[in-house]
């Protein structure tokens, strides 16, 4: 089983501050990460699927990046609203052959009107 | 299409009853798969499946039975419930088993064992 950090476990911002926040990963045998949304009450939804070193994905004001031979990602989130709140969770593969998905224990963000 | 479906929303069983937490998709998924969502333990994978007839084991497989006898369905069995599996249960599926498949939830199971 995989060992993926998030930082940090929760964050308080104000509307229109930007932030961003952290997930680590074993950089061996890397070959998917994935950032999903959680809003409260709902169920993940997904954001971004990144494979190669140097990726950066973009959604609207939510962007990330991907460094796998040091075994982080970036989220991002520029300008953030109140319908930002949510749990942001990361996840990545455990290996060669397999298909199990090890989710890290997520970044609770609340964005303060 | 309604994607992933979960039934019930909610159940309350007693130490040893048994149940089935039901999980459909209508999107022609190869993969299903069920978690479990604890406090301050993220979401942990139980058991999956990369096609009918095909299960395998998660990281947390103890207590709970699949079965995967169609693509559309993939229950999962409690047989002898415990109170540590008090929960929320999520299931999700993708279209492959691939590692950059976006994984489809469905809305949860919260299941309250006395």
Redesign the interface.
Known sequence: ILNVEQSPQSLHVQEGDSTNFTCSFPSSNFYALHWYRWETAKSPEALFVMTLNGDEKKKGRISATLNTKEGYSYLYIKGSQPEDSATYLCATHSGAGSYQLTFGKGTKLSVIP | NAGVTQTPKFQVLKTGQSMTLQCAQDMNHE?M?W?RQDP??????IH?S?GAGIT?Q??VPNGYNVSRSTTEDFPLRLLSAAPSQTSVY?CASSYT?G??????????TRLLVL
């Open positions: 993969y798969s978690y301050g333990m993220g979401l942990r994978l999956y990369v395998d998660g990281e999520f088993s590692l950059q498949e976006t994984q489809y939830f469905g809305p949860g």
